[in-house]
C-alpha cells in the first residue's frame, strides 16, 4: 500500500502544478487578500482549502488557469505541462494557433481556455514563431475571472515585447472568418535574428537542459520565465542588434543607504545587494525570478524604492537598478542613511546615551549608597562612643551600702 501511494504521489507531481507556499500573496503583508487562483478554477471548492494551499490534487483537470491567475507565481507548471506546451515551437509551420476547446478551428494547441497560457508562456512562444490567438469564442463566455486574465496576459505582452512586435509577432482572431496574420515590416529576423537553427538549439534540448539552472536558486520552482529567460539570453547572443523587452523593475531613488532590507522582503530572491571590491555596493535584480509584487517596496522604511516601473532590458538576467557607497556605523558596523551627522548610526546614539544615562544612575547608586554606609559608619561610632563613655563613669562602692544598714 506503501508502495502504491507512494506511485501515486510521484504521478500527481508530475501531472499537476506544484506549489510554494512560502511565495505566497497572502503570507505578506499586504492590506489585500488574493483569491485569483479559488475564482478561476472551475472546481475550486473540491480542490482549494484556501487560497494557494490544495489539500487533494485528484479533481484537478489540469487546465493551468491557476498557474496563469496567481500573481506571485507560487504555483508553478507541472514539468509534463511544460513539455506539452514547448511542443508547437518546434513544428515546421511558421504560425501556431492557439485557441479554447469551444472554438471551430482546427487549432494547433487547445486548451480549457486561452487565459490559462500565462504571458510568460506565450512570450516564449512568440519568439520562435508567429502566434494567431483564437478569441471567437471568448464574445460568449461568462467566466468574467478568465476575461480579466486574459486581458491582464495581454497587457503584459504589450509590455514585454512593445505595440509593434506585439502586433507583428501575435495576432488576435476575433471572427470566424478573420485571416488574423498581415505581413508587416517587423520580419521574424529583424526580431530575433533567427536565433540559431531549430535543429541544433530545439526546444525540447532546451528544457531538458534547464534542470542545471537550477543550481542558482535549489528552491526555485520551474517555471516559463526561467525558459523565457534562456531564450532570450540566445537571442542576444546571436542577434546582430539589440532587441529589447519590456519588464517592470524597482526604481531606486538617492535615499537608498543599502540598508538591505529590500533583499529580505523578496521572497523568491530577485533582489540581492552586493558589495563591490572598489567599496561601491549595486542592487541587483533578477527579472525571471521577480514576480513584480512590490514587496520590496513596502519593506524599504525610508521610501527608498518608489515602485515598479517599466524599463527595457535586452535578458531577463541580472540587471543593476541602483549603486550606493555605503557608510558604515563606527560601533554596530551596519549601513547608516547618508544624511546622518557624524559617524554612529541613530540606533546606536540612542544605545550610547541609553549607555550615559545607565552609568549616571549607576554613579548616583554607587554615591547614595557610600553616602548611606557613611551615614551607617559615624551613627555606630557615635554609639560606640557612648557606650564607651558609660562604661569609663565612676560606680558607687558595693561595702558601704551594708555598714550604712547596720548603723540603723
Known amino acids: 500500500m506503501g508502495i502504491l501511494q507512494f506511485a501515486v504521489g510521484s504521478l500527481m507531481t508530475t501531472s499537476h502544478p506544484t506549489i510554494t507556499r512560502i511565495q505566497c500573496w497572502n503570507l505578506r503583508a499586504n492590506k489585500e487578500k488574493c483569491s485569483r487562483c479559488i475564482d478561476i478554477c472551475p472546481k475550486s471548492e473540491k480542490l482549494f482549502k484556501r487560497a494557494g494551499l490544495v489539500q487533494d490534487w485528484t479533481a484537478c483537470m489540469d487546465c493551468g488557469l491557476c498557474v496563469s491567475a496567481c500573481p506571485t507565481r507560487c504555483i508553478a507548471p507541472s514539468q509534463e505541462q511544460v513539455d506539452k506546451d514547448c511542443a ?85 482572431a476575433y471572427e470566424p472568418d478573420e485571416y488574423p496574420y498581415v505581413e508587416q515590416s517587423l520580419s521574424r529576423r529583424e526580431l530575433a535574428n533567427r536565433v540559431t537553427d531549430t535543429s541544433k538549439n530545439s526546444t525540447r534540448r532546451l528544457v531538458k537542459n534547464l534542470p542545471m539552472m537550477k543550481e542558482e536558486d535549489s528552491g526555485h520552482a520551474f517555471d516559463f520565465r526561467m525558459l523565457l529567460h534562456t531564450r532570450t539570453k540566445m537571442i542576444k547572443q546571436a542577434a546582430s542588434t539589440p532587441i529589447p523587452f519590456g519588464f517592470s523593475l524597482p526604481t531606486v531613488n538617492e535615499n537608498c543607504y543599502g540598508c538591505g532590507r529590500c533583499e529580505r522582503a523578496c521572497k523568491p530572491g530577485a533582489l540581492k545587494l552586493v558589495d563591490g571590491e572598489d567599496g561601491i555596493s549595486r542592487l541587483i535584480v533578477t527579472p525571471w525570478k521577480c514576480d513584480e509584487c512590490g514587496q520590496c517596496v513596502r519593506g524599504c522604511s525610508i521610501k527608498a524604492i518608489e515602485g515598479m516601473k517599466l524599463r527595457q532590458v535586452q535578458t531577463l538576467g541580472p540587471v543593476i537598478v541602483h549603486k550606493v557607497r ?17 559617524n554612529v548610526c541613530r540606533i546606536c546614539v540612542s544605545r550610547r546615551k541609553a549607555k550615559e544615562r545607565q552609568e549616571e ?43 550604712a544598714a547596720v548603723q540603723e
Open 88 to 172: 508547437p515551437a518546434d513544428i515546421h509551420n511558421d504560425t501556431i494557433w492557439i485557441g479554447c476547446d469551444q472554438s471551430q478551428r482546427h487549432n494547433d494547441v487547445l486548451r480549457e481556455c486561452i487565459s490559462a497560457f500565462s504571458w510568460e508562456q506565450l512570450a516564449f512562444l512568440a519568439l520562435n514563431k508567429k502566434l494567431v490567438l483564437d478569441l471567437t469564442p471568448c464574445g460568449e463566455c461568462e467566466n468574467d475571472a478568465c476575461a480579466d486574465n486574459l486581458r491582464r496576459v495581454l497587457q503584459r505582452l504589450v509590455d514585454f515585447f512593445g505595440e509593434r512586435a506585439f502586433s507583428t509577432r501575435i495576432s488576435l
Open 326 to 342: 555605503k557608510r558604515l556605523c563606527e560601533d554596530c558596523g551596519k549601513p547608516m542613511q547618508l544624511d546622518i551627522e557624524g
Open 361 to 403: 544612575a549607576r554613579q548616583r547608586r554607587l554615591q547614595l549608597e557610600a553616602e548611606q554606609a557613611a551615614k551607617k559608619a559615624a551613627e555606630q561610632a557615635e554609639q560606640a562612643a557612648a557606650e564607651a563613655a558609660a562604661e569609663a563613669a565612676p560606680q558607687p562602692a558595693a561595702a558601704e551600702q551594708p555598714a
